[in-house]
């Protein structure tokens, strides 16, 4: 591993505040958006993702004036998921001060859309976002691994780490990976679902979901992935960005 692997924090935020739950249910208050991008910028973050976590449950495209205010205060990469249904969508994000744009249900619907947006902006533009859960309900998948839409509250049936290698193809140039079964939940990234997506797709991967300790990020970047991503720790005070990448360089991990 020569590349640095790229610690980001993740903002959750519904109607203009930052939340964070357990599996996406319980949430709790954790800030202004605007205020946390200027932190962690200045805590030297990597890149900063923005998710409107109800905008696809609530039909609803992403509230452009709180995403133009976050890109206004930080000076790395801004990527800004939710609500996302179209090459339209995509490029209104664009104008308000994103630099990646993030799909999930929309794609799961029409992947088309992933192929679309590849070719109209370049995949370097398109991180296609996989909130994934061990099977249940009697569904089974070859991966043992679905697909989930809404935030996590509806199963698909999708193998997870197909839907990842058809994503790549269709011209998705990252793929966050969220362990919904380890959201919030602060035990460790699903190295087990990291695993199995980095054996298939040679896409840079993000792996989300879980992080508690600063030693989980390294267990992810160990196991392949490209960039860490938490919330939690970063916004209650549990971490800060300096600790996770001072822990990652003494394991010999490559960091900024």
Known sequence: MSVAVRVIPCLDVDAGRVVKGVRFENLRDAGDP?????????EGADEVTFLDVSASTEGRATTL???????EEIFV?????????????????????????????????RPELLTEVAAQFGRQVLVLSVDA??????ATTPSGFEVTTHGGRRGTGT?????AVEAAERGAGEILLNSIDADGTEDGYDIELLSAV??????????????GTSAHFTQAA??????????SVFHFGTLTVAQVKEDMRAAGLPVR
């Open 34 to 42: 605007v205020e946390l991008a200027r932190r962690y910028g200045a």
């Open 133 to 138: 859960r061990r099977c249940r309900d009697g």
């Open 65 to 71: 004036d709180v995403v133009s205010r976050t890109a």
């Open 198 to 211: 980095r054996a298939q797709v040679t896409v840079p991967l993000i792996a989300s979901g879980g992080a």
């Open 159 to 163: 193998d997870a780490v197909e839907w």
């Open 77 to 109: 990469p801004l990527t800004v998921g939710g609500g996302v249904r179209s090459v339209e969508d995509v490029d209104r994000l664009l104008r308000a001060g994103a630099d990646k744009v993030g799909v999930n249900t929309a794609a799961v619907a």
């Open 222 to 231: 160990l196991a392949g992935a490209d960039a860490v991503l938490a919330a």
